[in-house]
């Protein structure tokens, strides 16, 4: 699957390899029908026609009978017409017979006419000529995969995609054990499904951060499908609440932004803001998100807009020089929005196609810090249309309801379209996703299931749906 799908027709080049090699016009081999009529010259034609005619298109050149010796072909042509005709050989014309070698006594002897003993003629080497260049072998080693089939990258993409899927399911090995599990042991020994089932199965899903609201719908979807004799055991339950689950994951892509090909192309470049509480990991989130949109063939700056905290301006510049992603930024103390005005010139200037925006990490008893968020965000609409087109808030999924309570703050103020959530791999409380969605109307974007550079991942409703249950 492509990280980032936002891609603009320009940025792909047609190599043509797959096109037969065009000759200029001059050299170009005549048609059948145009050789039929050159090698067959109509009557009445003269020698010097025909001899003007040969020095254009170079047929072979057969010599006219005369009873002599023919005129030995120069060894250009010669070399010229061995490549283009297959050899023939011919017994000797009685008119040109070879000279009988001479015996030690002065007499000639007379070799017997037959084929089988007539020396096969010297064949002249051909003139040493360039090869043409073979479009197959020329990619042969190709590290842009131009000499793989489709079949072949196809077969890698899929191969990357279950890597990740493996990789993501690992990460929420925790919280399916919290979920999953107490699901198995509320259903253990139980032949029907009563009251008190019910009561347990509500503090096994309350237990998985999913949330009140979200688990009180989920019990209501529950307790319809038992009186309609739908739910009568664990598996028909599994299904009814991972169906559940997929859905409120899917609908909240309506409330924020679900996919940055939502913006037009012609929006350049496609802006990013990042915000978040200090300690969730968010400059390690632009760090990797920087890495992750710039394989995929994007050129990305990024803008350290945090000049509140001392250290954030040389954590971003490690991550920038690890990914090799150019970084914006200014002394301590400097206003955010003016670092940022600068950024959206550089990128402009670079024509780079993502601009991902730091920004201070704020509390909402910060209103300083909130009032300069907001100008922030007015001086991207100024300069690039619709920006920011993204604001992605980070949320440490180990904070669970804590991290849904940051998320309601910033949705005052910063407009958030998104959630990155981080450290999904450290704990048992992966169900706070689902009550982010639920609760907030967001969608999840990203999530971080590790420290390396490319452990962020696009958040699949599907993949996380099926991973707590598998």
Same mark, same amino acid.
């Given at each position: 699957?492509?990280?980032?799908?936002?891609?603009?027709?320009?940025?792909?080049?047609?190599?043509?390899?797959?096109?037969?090699?065009?000759?200029?016009?001059?050299?170009?081999?005549?048609?059948?029908?145009?050789?039929?009529?050159?090698?067959?010259?109509?009557?009445?034609?003269?020698?010097?026609?025909?001899?003007?005619?040969?020095? !254009?298109?170079?047929?072979?050149?057969?010599?006219?009978?005369?009873? *002599?010796?023919? +005129? /030995?072909? #120069?060894? $250009?042509? %010669? =070399?010229?017409?061995?490549?283009?005709?297959?050899?023939?050989?011919?017994?000797?014309?009685?008119?040109?017979?070879?000279?009988?070698?001479?015996?030690?006594?002065?007499?000639?002897?007379?070799?017997?006419?037959? !084929?089988?003993?007539?020396?096969?003629?010297?064949?002249?080497?051909? *003139?040493?000529? +360039? /090869?043409? #260049?073979? $479009?197959? %072998? =020329?990619?042969?080693?190709?590290?842009?995969?131009?000499?793989?089939?489709?079949?072949?990258?196809?077969?890698?993409?899929?191969?990357?995609?279950?890597?990740?899927?493996?990789?993501?399911?690992?990460?929420?090995?925790?919280?399916?054990?919290?979920?999953?599990?107490?699901?198995?042991?509320?259903?253990?020994?139980?032949?029907?499904?009563?009251?008190?089932?019910?009561?347990?199965?509500?503090?096994?899903?309350?237990?998985?951060?999913?949330?009140?609201?979200?688990?009180?719908?989920?019990?209501?979807?529950?307790?319809?499908?038992?009186?309609?004799?739908?739910?009568?055991?664990?598996?028909?339950?599994?299904?009814?609440?991972?169906?559940?689950?997929?859905?409120?994951?899917?609908?909240?892509?309506?409330?924020?932004?679900?996919?940055?090909?939502?913006?037009?192309?012609?929006?350049?470049?496609?802006?990013?803001?990042?915000?978040?509480?200090?300690?969730?990991?968010?400059?390690?989130?632009?760090?990797?998100?920087?890495?992750?949109?710039?394989?995929?063939?994007?050129?990305?700056?990024?803008?350290?807009?945090?000049?509140?905290?001392?250290?954030?301006?040389?954590?971003?510049?490690?991550?920038?020089?690890?990914?090799?992603?150019?970084?914006?930024?200014?002394?301590?103390?400097?206003?955010?929005?003016?670092?940022?005005?600068?950024?959206?010139?550089?990128?402009?200037?670079?024509?780079?196609?993502?601009?991902?925006?730091?920004?201070?990490?704020?509390?909402?008893?910060?209103?300083?810090?909130?009032?300069?968020?907001?100008?922030?965000?007015?001086?991207?609409?100024?300069?690039?249309?619709?920006?920011?087109?993204?604001?992605?808030?980070?949320?440490?999924?180990?904070?669970?309801?804590?991290?849904?309570?940051?998320?309601?703050?910033?949705?005052?103020?910063?407009?958030?379209?998104?959630?990155?959530?981080?450290?999904?791999?450290?704990?048992?409380?992966?169900?706070?996703?689902?009550?982010?969605?639920?609760?907030?109307?967001?969608?999840?974007?990203?999530?971080?299931?590790?420290?390396?550079?490319?452990?962020?991942?696009?958040?699949?409703?599907?993949?996380?749906?099926?991973?707590?249950?598998?």
């Amino acid at each position: 699957m492509a990280f980032w799908r936002r891609k603009k027709e320009d940025r792909y080049i047609t190599l043509g390899l797959n096109e037969p090699a065009q000759r200029p016009a001059e050299e170009q081999a005549p048609s059948t029908a145009d050789a039929g009529t050159q090698l067959e010259p109509p009557a009445g034609t003269t020698g010097a026609a025909l001899k003007t005619e040969a020095s !254009v298109i170079q047929p072979a050149i057969e010599p006219a009978p005369t009873g *002599a010796s023919p +005129t /030995p072909t #120069p060894a $250009r042509e %010669s =070399a010229l017409r061995d490549a283009a005709q297959p050899k023939v050989i011919e017994s000797p014309r009685p008119s040109a017979a070879p000279t009988t070698p001479q015996t030690a006594t002065g007499t000639s002897e007379k070799r017997p006419e037959t !084929v089988a003993a007539t020396p096969p003629p010297a064949r002249t080497p051909p *003139a040493p000529t +360039t /090869p043409a #260049p073979t $479009r197959s %072998s =020329a990619f042969s080693t190709s590290i842009l995969g131009l000499d793989r089939s489709l079949e072949d990258l196809q077969a890698e993409e899929a191969a990357l995609e279950q890597a990740f899927a493996a990789r993501f399911s690992r990460a929420i090995a925790k919280t399916r054990e919290s979920l999953s599990e107490k699901i198995d042991t509320v259903f253990q020994g139980r032949k029907q499904i009563d009251a008190e089932l019910l009561d347990e199965l509500e503090e096994a899903l309350i237990a998985a951060d999913i949330g009140v609201p979200t688990t009180l719908a989920i019990l209501e979807t529950v307790r319809r499908g038992i009186s309609r004799k739908e739910i009568n055991d664990v598996e028909a339950l599994k299904a009814s609440i991972k169906h559940e689950l997929l859905t409120i994951l899917q609908d909240s892509k309506k409330g924020g932004v679900g996919d940055e090909s939502e913006a037009p192309d012609d929006v350049v470049p496609y802006v990013i803001m990042v915000v978040g509480v200090n300690g969730v990991g968010k400059t390690t989130t632009i760090g990797k998100l920087a890495q992750r949109i710039k394989a995929e063939g994007n050129d990305v700056l990024i803008c350290a807009a945090d000049t509140f905290r001392a250290a954030a301006s040389d954590q971003l510049a490690i991550w920038a020089e690890r990914t090799g992603v150019p970084l914006i930024q200014q002394k301590h103390g400097t206003d955010p929005a003016a670092v940022l005005f600068d950024a959206l010139k550089a990128a402009k200037a670079r024509k780079s196609d993502v601009l991902i925006v730091d920004t201070a990490g704020r509390l909402h008893n910060k209103s300083n810090l909130m009032a300069e968020l907001e100008k922030m965000k007015r001086v991207a609409a100024r300069e690039v249309e619709g920006a920011p087109h993204e604001t992605l808030l980070v949320v440490d999924a180990v904070t669970g309801q804590n991290g849904l309570e940051q998320a309601r703050q910033f949705l005052k103020v910063a407009g958030v379209t998104g959630i990155v959530l981080t450290k999904l791999d450290g704990t048992a409380k992966g169900g706070i996703a689902v009550a982010i969605a639920k609760e907030l109307g967001l969608p999840i974007r990203y999530a971080g299931i590790g420290e390396k550079v490319d452990d962020l991942v696009k958040f699949e409703p599907e993949v996380y749906v099926d991973g707590l249950f598998s």
